[in-house]
């Protein structure tokens, strides 16, 4: 009853900071505010959603959200330098899950323009490639989640801010001009696993499952009864028939999980965290090219699972009783990469198009090629591309849309991890944004994107309406496309209808 | 480099978010700053009047302005967007274009840039959203009759050179208008057009068009664009503080508040994606 009671108060609070913050500070400021003589600017915006899930029957608070932020103009500061500081701290809370935070630092960096280069130190997010939410030559952020892709996110995905040190230089010679930048990631903000709890448990309840099916196979238990023989105390092994007590033994072996989740521990030192990435890109007519590069930590960890039999001897007439066991470790590791990378993006008459791909090598790790693991993950190096082209028309310009395809080599968008025994598949995606706006104030969106391999997807239809410069209200759906045992089919929010209201000062 | 091919390539970009700014551009092109004149208005002929009348567009050469745009629909909602905008035309007459929204919040710190070659081949225009922290290359749009969705079209944001070479004049009788003298001219298109004709009144002192007013099909008024708060900068010219540009027939103005403009020189990096990239 207590923690009923608190949940409801966290949620009520929650509620509360967004609405002070909405309609507190938002009244009469059309843009944020200037505070003092220097210009330090403060503004902010507060989100609340309702999602009604379609399965459950279930009307419940979605995520209410908020940021504030503060800027400063630093010679207007007086700091005798061209730059600009900001900082923004953001909270959120998800009234399903019953889990938030209040306050979270969001990015807080200071820049320095300098003649030869633009300098930006602190928390900060650095955007890179062309494509529309899926950059795969964006190494230094890690995405939130591509879950937010079901409320409309696709062209509105940003990732979470690391501690960098980035350099930029723009060197030009005659008509010619490049742009370079170099990042240093003091600490990179590694992930977890990317899969709820009920998850770590059902894959590993399957591959308990498993393991006891595969020692009903023909010829299994012998193998292993064989491999395990000398492990019986020398009184035993020479007893007449029990090689075949010990495959009868492994045959109901009991399979034991020794931990309810996978977890991985970061690395500690501060020289093996740090990252680095480099970019440098050329403007060729129409068209602008970037190479880039990058060695630092995946964000996610490869996950494995080792099983280890043991065998206990209960003393008995008139041959001794084996019972053996298979124990079930759950293992994860965060791992280095390199990758390189490329993207283009250029124009052609009405149309934009844009290509981005990287290639990324992966640092062995030997626990996932040993024999007897069960591997979630591969050392294999992988391919990721994206191709896309969007217009605009209509005589405003009111109408867009948008087509990409995506090609992920290291299997799904939404997982990185296969199911053991599940043969490596590179993932097919294909994405779509249709928008109309009528007289700036109402906004028809639909988004769809789709799992070619599986035929599943999304399609999330959107309206929002303008209600004044400040203050934003959508409503929407989405439809699941294919079987529900599908990529997108999973995805408890697949059957919903939302909707939402944003408050931007 | 004639104004209405200017806005053609630069309306490309658009997108409802941003294309209000392109109206702005140019309607200062065909509004501001026009220089002083002294005319002898009984000798005049109409063509001599537009002569006069075409001065100096806005921002030839280099300069900045601030503004808000303002569009009301039917039914008296305004939305207002406040942009900052910077102006450089280089030597080789390469035009280079910044804006940067201020307001409303949700695109404040947008940025739009465009740098256009003489022969109009080859514009290179990027959008910088701060949300996203990257700018994006925009491409081309095709040539809309409607400016944008505002109550422009573009041929009407063509100035007065258009007028000039587009348009037979004939000069009406002298009428007063907001308690200026002003010539009163009636322009007819040479070509296929959607008007029949156009009204245009000049105060006399000044030779600065107050008041344009279109004429549709029938001779009925579609539209009238109206220039007011005429004062002079400080190097002597004339500014008007607010143009307005009303859709009779549709019922729908876009309002356009000069609230600062210079003519001092932009610095080339402004004109860069390096710029872009700074808050």
């Given at each position: 009853?207590?923690?009923?009671?608190?949940?409801?108060?966290?949620?009520?609070?929650?509620?509360?900071?967004?609405?002070?913050?909405?309609?507190?500070?938002?009244?009469?400021?059309?843009?944020?505010?200037?505070?003092?003589?220097?210009?330090?600017?403060?503004?902010?915006?507060?989100?609340?959603?309702?999602?009604?899930?379609?399965?459950?029957?279930?009307?419940?608070?979605?995520?209410?959200?908020?940021?504030?932020?503060?800027?400063?103009?630093?010679?207007?500061?007086?700091?005798?330098?061209?730059?600009?500081?900001?900082?923004?701290?953001?909270?959120?809370?998800?009234?399903?899950?019953?889990?938030?935070?209040?306050?979270?630092?969001?990015?807080?960096?200071?820049?320095?323009?300098?003649?030869?280069?633009?300098?930006?130190?602190?928390?900060?997010?650095?955007?890179?490639?062309?494509?529309?939410?899926?950059?795969?030559?964006?190494?230094?952020?890690?995405?939130?989640?591509?879950?937010?892709?079901?409320?409309g996110g696709l062209t509105e995905l940003t990732g979470l801010?690391?501690?960098?040190?980035?350099?930029?230089?723009?060197?030009?010679?005659?008509?010619?001009?490049?742009?370079?930048g170099m990042v240093l990631v003091l600490n990179p903000r590694?992930?977890?696993?990317?899969?709820?709890?009920?998850?770590?448990?059902?894959?590993?309840?399957?591959?308990?499952?498993?393991?006891?099916?595969?020692?009903?196979?023909?010829?299994?238990?012998?193998?292993?009864?064989?491999?395990?023989?000398?492990?019986?105390?020398?009184?035993?092994?020479?007893?007449?028939?029990?090689?075949?007590?010990?495959?009868?033994?492994?045959?109901?072996?009991?399979?034991?999980?020794?931990?309810?989740?996978?977890?991985?521990?970061?690395?500690?030192?501060?020289?093996?965290?740090?990252?680095?990435?480099?970019?440098?890109?050329?403007?060729?007519?129409?068209?602008?090219?970037?190479?880039?590069?990058?060695?630092?930590?995946?964000?996610?960890?490869?996950?494995?699972?080792?099983?280890?039999?043991?065998?206990?001897?209960?003393?008995?007439?008139?041959?001794?009783?084996?019972?053996?066991?298979?124990?079930?470790?759950?293992?994860?590791?965060?791992?280095?990469?390199?990758?390189?990378?490329?993207?283009?993006?250029?124009?052609?008459?009405?149309?934009?198009?844009?290509?981005?791909?990287?290639?990324?090598?992966?640092?062995?790790?030997?626990?996932?090629?040993?024999?007897?693991?069960?591997?979630?993950?591969?050392?294999?190096?992988?391919?990721?591309?994206?191709?896309?082209?969007?217009?605009?028309?209509?005589?405003?310009?009111?109408?867009?849309?948008?087509?990409?395809?995506?090609?992920?080599?290291?299997?799904?968008?939404?997982?990185?991890?296969?199911?053991?025994?599940?043969?490596?598949?590179?993932?097919?995606?294909?994405?779509?944004?249709?928008?109309?706006?009528?007289?700036?104030?109402?906004?028809?969106?639909?988004?769809?994107?789709?799992?070619?391999?599986?035929?599943?997807?999304?399609?999330?239809?959107?309206?929002?309406?303008?209600?004044?410069p400040m203050l934003s209200a959508w409503i929407g759906t989405?439809?699941?496309?294919?079987?529900?045992?599908?990529?997108?089919?999973?995805?408890?929010?697949?059957?919903?209808?939302?909707?939402?209201?944003?408050?931007?000062? | 480099?004639?104004?209405?091919?200017?806005?053609?390539?630069?309306?490309?970009?658009?997108?409802?978010?941003?294309?209000?700014?392109?109206?702005?551009?140019?309607?200062?092109?065909?509004?501001?700053?026009?220089?002083?004149?002294?005319?002898?208005?009984?000798?005049?002929?109409?063509?001599?009047?537009?002569?006069?009348?075409?001065?100096?567009?806005?921002?030839?050469?280099?300069?900045?302005?601030?503004?808000?745009?303002?569009?009301?629909?039917?039914?008296?909602?305004?939305?207002?967007?406040?942009?900052?905008?910077?102006?450089?035309?280089?030597?080789?007459?390469?035009?280079?274009?910044?804006?940067?929204?201020?307001?409303?919040?949700?695109?404040?710190?947008?940025?739009?840039?465009?740098?256009?070659?003489?022969?109009?081949?080859?514009?290179?225009?990027?959008?910088?959203?701060?949300?996203?922290?990257?700018?994006?290359?925009?491409?081309?749009?095709?040539?809309?009759?409607?400016?944008?969705?505002?109550?422009?079209?573009?041929?009407?944001?063509?100035?007065?050179?258009?007028?000039?070479?587009?348009?037979?004049?004939?000069?009406?009788?002298?009428?007063?208008?907001?308690?200026?003298?002003?010539?009163?001219?009636?322009?007819?298109?040479?070509?296929?057009?959607?008007?029949?004709?156009?009204?245009?009144?000049?105060?006399?002192?000044?030779?600065?068009?107050?008041?344009?007013?279109?004429?549709?099909?029938?001779?009925?008024?579609?539209?009238?664009?109206?220039?007011?708060?005429?004062?002079?900068?400080?190097?002597?010219?004339?500014?008007?503080?607010?143009?307005?540009?009303?859709?009779?027939?549709?019922?729908?103005?876009?309002?356009?508040?000069?609230?600062?403009?210079?003519?001092?020189?932009?610095?080339?990096?402004?004109?860069?994606?390096?710029?872009?990239?700074?808050?």
């Open positions: 009853m207590k923690s009923r009671r608190m949940l409801r108060f966290k949620s009520m609070i929650s509620i509360l900071i967004c609405a002070v913050l909405a309609l507190g500070l938002s009244s009469g400021v059309a843009c944020g505010m200037e505070l003092g003589p220097t210009g330090l600017s403060l503004s902010g915006e507060a989100e609340q959603t309702v999602n009604w899930f379609l399965t459950e029957g279930e009307l419940s608070l979605g995520i209410t959200r908020y940021k504030l932020s503060l800027d400063q103009d630093l010679r207007r500061a007086g700091a005798g330098i061209d730059g600009h500081a900001h900082v923004s701290v953001k909270g959120w809370y998800n009234h399903k899950a019953s889990e938030g935070k209040w306050l979270e630092l969001d990015e807080a960096y200071a820049d320095i323009y300098h003649d030869l280069f633009d300098l930006r130190l602190g928390q900060q997010l650095v955007s890179w490639g062309t494509a529309y939410g899926f950059n795969p030559t964006s190494y230094v952020n890690p995405l939130p989640s591509m879950a937010t892709l079901t409320q801010p690391v501690p960098a040190v980035y350099v930029s230089a723009y060197p030009s010679w005659k008509h010619m001009s490049a742009d370079v590694l992930q977890g696993v990317p899969l709820p709890e009920e998850y770590h448990a059902e894959i590993l309840g399957g591959i308990g499952y498993g393991v006891q099916a595969g020692l009903q196979a023909p010829g299994a238990a012998e193998a292993l009864a064989g491999a395990m023989l000398p492990l019986l105390p020398p009184e035993m092994s020479g007893i007449p028939g029990i090689e075949v007590q010990l495959a009868e033994s492994i045959r109901n072996a009991e399979v034991r999980l020794t931990s309810p989740e996978f977890s991985a521990k970061p690395p500690n030192s501060f020289t093996d965290r740090l990252e680095l990435a480099g970019r440098a890109g050329m403007n060729f007519g129409m068209w602008d090219l970037y190479l880039s590069g990058f060695r630092g930590w995946e964000d996610t960890p490869v996950l494995w699972v080792e099983t280890v039999p043991s065998m206990e001897v209960v003393p008995a007439v008139p041959i001794p009783q084996l019972d053996v066991y298979m124990d079930i470790y759950p293992k994860a590791a965060y791992r280095k990469a390199t990758a390189l990378g490329a993207a283009a993006s250029g124009t052609w008459g009405p149309y934009t198009f844009w290509g981005e791909g990287s290639y990324t090598w992966p640092d062995k790790v030997k626990e996932l090629d040993a024999e007897g693991n069960i591997a979630m993950s591969t050392n294999d190096p992988y391919l990721r591309a994206v191709v896309g082209a969007d217009r605009m028309f209509g005589s405003a310009s009111e109408y867009y849309v948008m087509g990409q395809y995506m090609y992920n080599g290291s299997g799904s968008l939404l997982s990185p991890y296969r199911m053991p025994g599940e043969k490596a598949k590179a993932g097919h995606y294909l994405a779509a944004v249709g928008r109309a706006t009528i007289h700036d104030d109402h906004q028809i969106e639909l988004m769809n994107i789709c799992n070619l391999r599986d035929k599943s997807g999304l399609i999330v239809p959107r309206y929002t309406y303008k209600v004044n989405t439809f699941l496309l294919g079987e529900e045992a599908t990529e997108f089919g999973n995805l408890s929010i697949s059957k919903s209808v939302f909707a939402g209201a944003k408050v931007v000062w | 480099m004639n104004p209405a091919n200017k806005a053609r390539r630069l309306s490309r970009l658009s997108g409802p978010k941003i294309r209000d700014a392109w109206v702005l551009l140019a309607v200062l092109s065909m509004c501001i700053l026009v220089m002083p004149c002294n005319v002898h208005g009984a000798e005049l002929t109409a063509r001599q009047i537009l002569d006069e009348v075409e001065g100096t567009a806005l921002l030839v050469g280099s300069g900045s302005a601030k503004i808000e745009l303002i569009t009301e629909s039917k039914r008296g909602q305004q939305r207002s967007n406040t942009l900052q905008i910077y102006r450089k035309t280089d030597a080789d007459d390469t035009e280079k274009q910044l804006l940067e929204y201020l307001q409303p919040a949700d695109v404040a710190g947008t940025k739009l840039l465009s740098i256009t070659k003489p022969d109009g081949k080859d514009s290179e225009i990027w959008l910088f959203m701060p949300a996203l922290g990257k700018e994006r290359r925009i491409a081309a749009q095709e040539m809309q009759t409607k400016f944008m969705g505002t109550d422009f079209t573009y041929e009407e944001i063509s100035g007065t050179a258009t007028y000039k070479e587009d348009y037979e004049s004939k000069r009406l009788d002298d009428d007063t208008f907001d308690g200026h003298k002003c010539y009163v001219l009636q322009l007819t298109p040479k070509a296929k057009s959607e008007y029949t004709f156009v009204k245009m009144w000049v105060w006399q002192d000044e030779s600065i068009p107050v008041r344009v007013e279109f004429y549709g099909r029938g001779d009925k008024l579609r539209k009238s664009l109206d220039t007011s708060g005429w004062k002079k900068n400080t190097k002597g010219k004339w500014e008007p503080s607010q143009v307005v540009m009303s859709d009779v027939l549709a019922g729908t103005k876009t309002i356009i508040k000069i609230m600062e403009a210079s003519e001092a020189d932009v610095p080339d990096e402004y004109f860069t994606v390096r710029y872009l990239r700074r808050r």
